[in-house]
């Protein structure tokens, strides 16, 4: 079971440990986008936008590592 707290400090869950095996601290945010967009896919351009905003592509792609 995965828990995800919100609140104070984002947290997230596995079996009731706290998992912090998360490369960034936006990397953990990239998650939270994605959970909290209410919607089945979020697209790589939206992620660019949002969290790489005018930076080009080859900085964007080796960053997300698309």
């Known amino acids: 079971m995965v828990y995800i707290k919100f609140f104070g400090d984002w947290k997230v869950y596995k079996d009731r440990n706290e998992f912090d095996d998360f490369t960034s601290k936006k990397a953990l945010k ?8 209410n919607r ?8 660019w936008r949002t969290f790489w905003p005018g930076y080009g592509s080859d900085y ?6 698309a």
């Open 30 to 37: 990239i998650l939270f986008y994605i959970l909290l967009s």
């Open 40 to 47: 089945s896919k979020v697209s790589v351009e939206e992620l």
């Open 60 to 65: 964007f792609r080796k960053n997300l590592n």
